[in-house]
């Protein structure tokens, strides 16, 4: 279906496909089927973003920092402050890892 629209909307031999999506196995196989003869490549979209990095931060944090974390983590990606490697997820104080 998603080639079908592709194809209507101009798609050709040397157009390269770029997919922005919540990078679940379902849909990004899917992506991966109907455009794996044209160049392509995929990214998770901002929203689902923020939300693996909200629930990592429930897992390194305590709940009253995680979401603050989280939030920090976000803005860092949407001001594009992170470079090749994302800093991301590596920054994180140690007096605030969660304990147990």
């Given at each position: 279906?998603?080639?079908?629209?592709a194809?209507?909307?101009g798609l050709r031999?040397?157009?390269k496909?770029?997919g922005?999506?919540?990078?679940?196995?379902?849909?990004?196989?899917?992506?991966?089927?109907?455009f794996?003869?044209?160049?392509?490549s995929?990214?998770?979209?901002?929203c689902?973003?923020?939300e693996y990095?909200?629930?990592a931060?429930?897992?390194?944090?305590?709940?009253e920092r995680?979401?603050a974390w989280?939030l920090e983590?976000k803005e860092?990606?949407?001001v594009?402050q992170s470079?090749?490697?994302?800093?991301?997820?590596r920054?994180?104080?140690?007096?605030?890892?969660?304990?147990?």
């Amino acid at each position: 279906m998603s080639t079908l629209a592709a194809v209507e909307a101009g798609l050709r031999d040397n157009t390269k496909i770029h997919g922005v999506f919540d990078m679940g196995q379902w849909i990004h196989g899917q992506f991966e089927d109907q455009f794996q003869e044209h160049s392509h490549s995929a990214v998770a979209d901002v929203c689902h973003v923020t939300e693996y990095i909200a629930a990592a931060g429930k897992v390194i944090l305590d709940s009253e920092r995680a979401f603050a974390w989280a939030l920090e983590r976000k803005e860092m990606l949407l001001v594009r402050q992170s470079e090749t490697e994302s800093p991301v997820m590596r920054q994180r104080p140690a007096s605030n890892r969660r304990r147990g």
